[in-house]
């Protein structure tokens, strides 16, 4: 029988172990993982195969307990005693700490370089689905307000918001992630909003709330887990309490201060050449999702004509107004074609249905998932705004500033004042120079975040496959249903033609008049 490790004994580098090599979204260590940091152990060869073979199970992962007693067996191992399932039972003392390095070089040699981001757009579009549904509340005859249910696939949860608590949620999100990619928010709502504008700020808000879901960073984070997943009574207060005493992404990042030495020596450059990349991407993408609004706009128009098309003929084909008898001419013409043309309007009817539900797919298929791209590529732009105003500013303030104290230092030297003014400068001094510091590990941090975004943008740019076989799909099913509805409504044509006479093709030369009939010209 497995003795049981229980999470509550075991020591936080323990803890700190497996938060370095367990997989992200999930609760478990990959065996080629563990196996790679048995390797870490400099034990002999056989030995480790002994550790694996006590925790290891038929599956392919290896639990949180099963590596808890493996990281048991390694400390015991390293201290000359053989790894065995008694051995594990005879603990009486603090489980001991293994000798496995720096738990950095752990997880770089687990997940590889932190700056790089290996992952695929599939699996950005598995870590979460959230969908985004309108709750109007109404008090009296006027909208009062709008409240949102947000149902998420990962947490298996559904929750209540409103604009605001959106608000709320995003201006802590950019406090606590300052250097990353944070979608913007839709516009407030304007006097009289209809719903037309409800309705493209909720799929404003899906887009949003679903980058943020999917994001490598944003996806780990309490902040998060709140906003999907609290039910309380007072959500802003209780996103606002999660940033209390935590800091920002700067202040939690164990790599933060040595994020210098993990960019590359021409990092500048690249990022110049990449904003401007980027900026052309995102002129592109904004032409595409304008034509393929257009194009949505015209399957609904289209949907709106063919609907009228069909009224007209079925109010044609109603028409009670009596023929006089000197028309007729004793032909009950008129109303053989009337019948007719009131049993058409049923398949225009179905004609229209079909181009409205083409450019719904149009519209939900290929200019959303445009617009999803195009809300990450202007994140991106505020980012490099925010940082080329924010932290390169604010570092320049700072060194003008050390300077500026520097040359008081010097004023207040030659001139000989007491030395409790000049011991009071000299500690402004050392904190400005601290300060310094630390605008410098901010900015390279910064700069190492960017990196990090940059390659986000470019794992995103795949979703430009997506959009292109969502729209060939859409024009392919919306074409194939409306001729097989063309197809069903020519038949019927029959009874708008005399004794069932096939209609004659109507080429410029059946609009001609015979020559064996016109006059002859003297």
Same mark, same amino acid.
Request: charged letters at 25%; one cysteine or more.
């Given at each position: ?51 694996? *073979? ?25 201290? /000359?005693? !053989? ?9 009486? !003392? ?11 070089? %752990?997880?770089?040699?687990?997940? #590889? ?8 757009? !599939? ?11 309108? %709750? ?38 950019? +406090? ?16 009289? =909003? ?40 007072? %959500? ?10 935590? /800091? ?7 790599? =933060? ?38 194009? =949505? ?19 044609? #084909? ?30 225009? =009817? ?6 409205? +539900?083409?450019?719904?797919? *149009? ?26 105003? #924010? ?63 940059? !390659? ?18 859409? +024009? ?47």
């Amino acid at each position: 029988m497995e003795t049981e490790i229980n999470e509550g004994d075991v020591p936080p580098y323990y803890r700190k172990v497996y938060e370095a090599i367990c997989c992200k979204h999930e609760d478990y260590v990959r065996r080629s993982d563990f196996h790679k940091l048995l390797n870490r152990t400099e034990l002999p060869p056989l030995v480790q195969s002994q550790i694996a *073979e006590i925790v290891e199970s038929k599956e392919e992962s290896i639990t949180k307990s099963a590596l808890y007693r493996a990281l048991v067996l390694i400390a015991l191992a390293q201290q /000359g005693k !053989q790894p065995s399932p008694k051995l594990l039972e005879n603990i009486t !003392q603090e489980y001991p700490k293994p000798r496995l390095g720096e738990l950095e070089s %752990i997880r770089m040699q687990t997940h #590889g370089n932190p700056i790089l981001l290996s992952m695929t757009l !599939q699996d950005l579009l598995h870590v979460d689905t959230v969908q985004v549904e309108l %709750i109007p509340e109404k008090k009296g005859l006027f909208l009062k307000h709008v409240e949102y249910e947000l149902s998420s696939q990962r947490f298996k949860s559904s929750v209540y918001r409103r604009y605001n608590d959106f608000v709320v949620f995003h201006e802590v999100l950019l +406090q606590r992630f300052p250097y990353r990619m944070v979608p913007a928010l839709p516009p407030k709502r304007m006097l009289r =909003a209809d719903r037309e504008f409800i309705e493209s700020r909720r799929r404003a808000l899906k887009r949003f709330i679903n980058l943020v879901a999917r994001h490598p960073f944003f996806s780990e984070d309490e902040l998060l887990n709140i906003f999907l997943c609290f039910n309380g009574p007072d %959500i802003q207060n209780k996103i606002r309490e999660s940033l209390r005493g935590v /800091g920002d992404e700067f202040m939690t990042c164990e790599i =933060a201060t040595t994020a210098k030495e993990l960019l590359p020596p021409d990092i500048q450059a690249q990022f110049g050449a990449s904003r401007e990349l980027i900026r052309n991407i995102y002129n592109s993408f904004h032409k595409l999702r304008d034509r393929a609004e257009r194009m =949505a706009n015209r399957s609904a128009e289209n949907a709106t004509d063919l609907l009228l098309f069909g009224k007209e003929l079925s109010i044609l #084909g109603s028409d009670t107004t009596p023929v006089p008898s000197w028309a007729s001419a004793a032909s009950n013409t008129w109303s053989t074609l009337k019948q007719a043309l009131k049993g058409l309007s049923v398949e225009f =009817a179905l004609l229209a249905d079909k181009a409205a +539900q083409q450019g719904k797919r *149009e519209e939900e298929e290929v200019v959303e998932k445009l617009n999803l791209f195009l809300d990450l590529l202007q994140s991106y732009k505020d980012l490099c705004e925010r940082h080329e105003k #924010g932290v390169l500013h604010e570092h320049q303030r700072a060194l003008q500033k050390y300077s500026s104290m520097k040359r008081q230092m010097m004023s207040v030297t030659v001139q000989n004042k007491e030395q409790i003014s000049v011991e009071q400068l000299e500690s402004r001094i050392v904190q400005q120079e601290n300060t310094i510091l630390t605008m410098e590990l901010r900015n390279y941090f910064s700069m190492y975040c960017l990196h990090q975004e940059t !390659q986000l943008i470019h794992v995103y740019l795949h979703i430009i496959s997506h959009v292109l076989t969502a729209f060939i799909d859409s +024009q392919i099913q919306g074409h194939r249903e409306m001729s097989e509805v063309w197809n069903d409504l020519k038949p019927k044509l029959g009874g708008l033609l005399p004794n069932g006479m096939p209609s004659p093709p109507l080429s410029p030369g059946n609009l001609q008049t015979p020559t064996s009939i016109l006059p002859t010209v003297n």
